[in-house]
């Protein structure tokens, strides 16, 4: 539920959160628990549940929220060195129910 969901209190600015990017679509944080070096995580500022619950209606966010991860790699020191992982469902680790890219660069993420 929307009101109650953690994402959604940090891009309303209810709880703090270290932000790295923001445009109308789409909110870029830190993650509190990183995995690599550079752990961001990339949240549409609508409140989708999970992959499973876009439309075709979220096309446009669903591009909005890549060609963020493309800018968020401007920053690194390799552009073109980042993985994007997103995980739908608690079965598959989903712990937040507010859909998320988690953008990761520094480490090889070769377990997968
Ligand atoms: P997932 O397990 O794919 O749903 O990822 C949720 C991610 O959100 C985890 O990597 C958590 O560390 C991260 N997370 C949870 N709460 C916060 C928070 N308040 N600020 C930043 N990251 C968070």
């Avoid at 679509?25 to 509190?32: A, S």
């Avoid at 549409?44 to 876009?54: Q, T």
């Amino acid at each position: 539920m929307a009101e109650r969901c953690v994402f959604c209190k940090i891009i309303n600015k209810e709880i703090p959160a270290t932000i790295i990017d923001e445009n109308e679509h789409c909110l870029v944080i830190e993650d509190i628990n990183p995995k690599a070096p550079v752990h961001y995580l990339i949240i549409p500022k609508k409140h989708v549940v999970s992959l499973h619950d876009i439309t075709p209606g979220d096309a446009q966010l669903m591009s909005e929220l890549l060609f963020m991860a493309q800018k968020c790699a401007t920053t690194l020191p390799d552009p073109k060195a980042f993985g994007l992982i997103v995980n739908n469902g608690p079965e598959a680790g989903q712990s937040v129910m507010h859909l998320h890219c988690h953008f990761l660069s520094g480490k090889k993420m070769t377990d997968l």
